[in-house]
């Protein structure tokens, strides 16, 4: 038995401990010890059977690889990493083409039954010769109404803070804020569909005056089989500005399982913000931990 520490006897002094038992007593204890045997295999069979024991019945959701956000929340006491590597090279109407990459990672934490506290940047980014730190979000989800069905939606609020962290090169240079709502259904057969609608106050730089914008994204996720899934977003961004052109796209992924709280994804992404274009490839990777039950 772990931790227990036995007396430094000799040998011949521990082989000399005999218990003399009567033989009823032996067939008791050996017919208590059988049948206390049989439950417990009896009852590890009943679990093995039981489908909502089955890890794959609680899988990992995460925010990526789309634009849209899901409105699950995760549970209390579990934490969740989403990050990727995303290259994007964009190509505007007047200018050279310029490519920039960074790591965009959003950490998640459940604190209550509904409501999880988040942190999210593109970290570290790369454009051309400069190398810099991006500004940081906090952030907050609310899961308000969760429907299981699919016949309603299941409803959310995610407000969010983004602070000026960045390098002078990466960062917004003031306090942004935002609130977006989110819907989604889930089928029987697994397929979800997302829609969200946000509005914000952003800037386009520090001496940028702050200028509402508004935005949607719809997405869809169709499983195959057990460790596969595909999925698609359409997205549009429009800021309420005259002068302003409204970005418009759509992306495509496939997402990998190799664990039910594991995703490796894969995701195309194609940007219209006339009069020039967006081209985006993320790699990316999920996990979840749980530190409570």
């Known amino acids: 038995m772990a931790g227990v520490a036995w007396p430094a006897l000799p040998r011949a002094g521990r082989a000399a401990r005999v218990v003399r038992v009567r033989p009823r007593f032996v067939a008791i204890a050996c017919a208590a010890l059988a049948g206390l045997t049989v439950s417990v295999a009896s009852s590890r069979s009943s679990e093995a059977g039981d489908p909502t024991l089955d890890p794959w019945q609680n899988m990992i959701s995460p925010d990526r690889p789309g ?3 899901p409105p699950s929340v995760m549970d209390r006491g579990v934490f969740q990493v989403e ?5 994007q090279t964009a190509r505007p109407h007047d200018a050279p083409v310029a490519t920039t990459e960074d ?5 998640r934490f459940g604190l209550l039954r509904s409501l999880e506290i988040r942190l999210e940047s593109n970290t570290v980014s790369l454009e051309q010769a400069v190398t810099g730190f991006a500004d940081m979000s906090v952030e907050a989800k609310w899961l308000a109404l969760d429907s299981a069905g699919g016949k309603v939606p299941s409803v959310a609020f995610l407000p969010a803070v983004s602070v000026p962290t960045g390098t002078s090169d990466f960062t917004a ?3 942004q804020a935002g609130l977006s709502s989110l819907l989604g259904w889930t089928l029987a057969s697994g397929t979800s569909f997302s829609l969200d609608a946000n509005a914000s106050r952003v800037v386009d730089s520090s001496d940028s ?8 994204q719809a997405a869809f996720q169709i499983p195959l089989r057990r460790h596969w899934a595909v999925s698609g977003d359409t997205f549009v961004t429009v800021p309420l500005v005259s002068s302003s052109t409204a970005p418009w796209g759509a992306d495509a992924g496939i997402e990998f399982y190799p664990n039910p709280d594991t995703q490796l994804d894969l995701t195309a992404i194609q940007t219209f913000a006339e009069p020039g274009t967006a081209t985006a490839v993320q790699v990316g990777y999920s996990r979840r931990i749980r530190f409570a039950r």
């Open 67 to 69: 634009a849209a956000t």
């Open 83 to 87: 990050t990727s590597f995303e290259s």
């Open 173 to 175: 240079g003031k306090v």
């Open 103 to 107: 790591f965009p990672t959003l950490l």
């Open 209 to 216: 005056p702050y200028e509402w914008q508004l935005g949607s």
